[in-house]
Each structure stands twice: as C-alpha cells, then as structure tokens.
C-alpha cells in the first residue's frame, strides 16, 4: 500500500441537486456495516454517497452509473487524467470573465462538439459548474447548456486537492452511462445498491424533476419500484431515497420507511422553504 497519511479525503468536485451531503449523518443508521459484495449507485450524480463510504473499504468493487453522458464522462477523465484536467481548469481559470463564460457554455452549439475529446469535454462541465448559477446542469431539448452565469466574485474552479483526493478514490471504480434499470443485469446476493432518484415532486404545483432534457416521471419511479422490489427478492441489500409523499409510501409499502430530515426544500420551485421530511427505504 502506498503511503497516504497526508493524503485529503475524498469530497465531491461538482455541486449537483439532490446532492446528498447534509444527510450523510442522518443515513449513518442505514448503511451496511458488515463487508461484502459490490457496490452499486445508479443514479450516482456528484457521488455524496460513495465518497463518504468507499474509504471504510467495505465493498470488493464499486459500480457507478448515470445517465447523463457529460457526467460520467467527467468521473472517468477525474479517474483517469487528473492532473491534465487541472492544467485545462487552470487555465479557465485564468481566463474567466462573462464574456468567457458564455463562449465557452455556447462550445456545446458548434458543429465538431460531438467529436470533442473527453478532456476538453471534461474541463468544460466543471468550469460551468463552478461558475454558473446554483451549480446547476440544464440542458434544452436539443442537449444545450443554458444555464446563465452564477453571481460568484471568486470562483473556486482550479482545486487541485480536491481533484486529486477524488482521482484516487475512483482508482478502481468502474463509471458507465446507464440507465438505473441495467442494474438489474449486474446485481448479486449479498451487494450493495443505493437509488437516489429524482424525487417524486412534494406538492402538486410542483412537476416531477427534468434531468437533462429527459424527464423522470411517474411510469419512471414505478419502474425503480419494481427494480428495487426485484433486487430485495434476490438478497441484495437496497437502499433508496426519496420525498416523503403518498406515491412513494405507497410504491414501498412492506418495505421499511425512515423519515429523515433535510434542512432545505428538495424541490426548487416548491413554496415551502426551511426543513422538510425525506425518506430513506430499506431492504431489511
Ligand atoms: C438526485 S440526483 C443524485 C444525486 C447524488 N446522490 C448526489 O449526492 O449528488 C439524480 C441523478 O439521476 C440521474 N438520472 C436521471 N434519470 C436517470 C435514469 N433514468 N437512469 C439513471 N440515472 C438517471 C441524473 O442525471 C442525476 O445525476
């Protein structure tokens, strides 16, 4: 093994809603303990999750996924090409400004972005990241970015530690764009699976979430309901997060439900702001 003692814990590099930070302490309770088997998070997003558990060194291996292309992408290059990453952040850096900052979101509109390398791809999303509004990821319906500038005086957009502690946790992770549902293909008895969904909207004034330019609606949480009720039939261990609403409750009913407290509202456009009830669903 090598020498680690001064290296930083892993954390985080993007800000992502639903990201899951806050909760970690409150989920304490709820992960495994006893090792075994493969970890698996297919709706991985900023990885609060996996980050905060792959140091106990529980699993065998760790699987992550997602949907979203550009994001798995950046996982995979912060993996495999750390410090070239930080010398193209370094110098976005550099060179940032408004002017810049909407050139660089309108590279996704040029004819050869398709064929774009996974470096430039890479720095790009978490130089927008950084620097946009709420560390928001909206794409239109052509695939994109059109989030506007955040109001920030000093962003932090070159964090070398923070990319390097991340590259070293990802050394053996294996990250695939995938919808959650393939997880059905890869899953055993005795893994690990934890479901962070978009969440099933709290009110009904407010719509079901859109990721990217897809949207996560009620056919697609019946579909992980199935999912998670098929895996916990196989043996594995599943734990899922979600809004504390009528649909949920019933979609997991005889499994067991906690409430767990989160300090803000989990959907931007709900009305109620300040603390509101989550729940975390369990296979056993
Ligand atoms: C609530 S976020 C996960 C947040 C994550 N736990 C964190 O701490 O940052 C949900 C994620 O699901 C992804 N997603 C949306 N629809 C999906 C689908 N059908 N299959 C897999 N991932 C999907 C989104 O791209 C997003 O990253």
Same mark, same amino acid.
């Given at each position: 093994?090598?020498?680690?003692s001064?290296?930083?814990p ?23 303990t ?5 970890y698996?998070?297919?709706f991985?997003?900023s ?18 996924s ?7 992408n950046?996982?995979r290059?912060?993996?495999?090409q750390p410090e ?5 952040? !370094?110098?976005? &850096? /550099? ?9 660089? @979101? ?5 004819? #050869?972005?398709s064929a ?5 791809r890479?720095?790009?999303m978490?130089y927008?990241?950084?620097t946009c ?18 109001r ?16 070293r946790a990802?050394?053996?992770v ?41 949207v ?5 949480? !019946?579909?992980? &309901? /199935? ?9 594995? @261990?599943?734990?899922?997060s979600?809004? #504390?609403?009528?649909?949920?409750h ?8 906690e409430?767990v ?9 709900a009305?109620?702001?300040?603390p ?6 369990l296979?056993?």
């Open positions: 093994m090598p020498h680690r001064n290296a930083r892993a954390q985080p590099f993007l800000k992502w809603a639903g990201g899951k930070g806050q909760l970690l302490a409150q989920y304490e309770a709820f992960f495994p006893n090792p075994g088997g493969t698996f998070e297919p991985v997003g990885g609060a999750v996996f980050f905060h558990l792959q140091p106990r060194g529980l699993f065998k291996r760790y699987v992550l997602d949907s979203n292309a550009e994001l798995v950046l996982f290059v912060v993996r495999d070239a990453l930080l010398e193209h952040l !370094r110098q976005h &850096a /550099e060179r940032h400004s408004a002017e810049y900052y909407y050139a660089v @979101r309108a590279r996704d509109r040029s004819p #050869d972005w774009a390398p996974a470096l430039e890479a720095a790009r978490l927008l990241n950084r509004y709420n560390g928001l990821w909206r794409v239109n319906s052509q695939g994109h970015f059109n989030v506007p500038q955040g920030y005086r000093n962003p932090d957009i070159y964090r070398p530690e923070r990319i390097r502690a991340a590259s990802l050394q053996t294996e990250i695939d764009v995938q919808r959650f549902d393939a997880v059905l293909d890869q899953a055993q008895t005795g893994d690990f699976v934890y479901f962070d969904p978009p969440y099933v909207p709290v009110s009904d004034t407010a719509n079901f979430t859109s990721y990217e330019a897809e996560f609606g009620e056919a697609e949480q !019946r579909r992980l &309901a /199935e999912v998670f009720a098929t895996l916990a039939a196989r043996g594995c @261990r599943v734990m899922l979600n809004s #504390d609403t009528p649909l949920v019933d979609l997991y009913a005889g499994f067991r439900i409430r407290l989160a300090r803000r509202a989990i959907n931007s456009k009305v109620r702001r300040g509101v009830y989550e729940v975390v669903v296979s056993e």
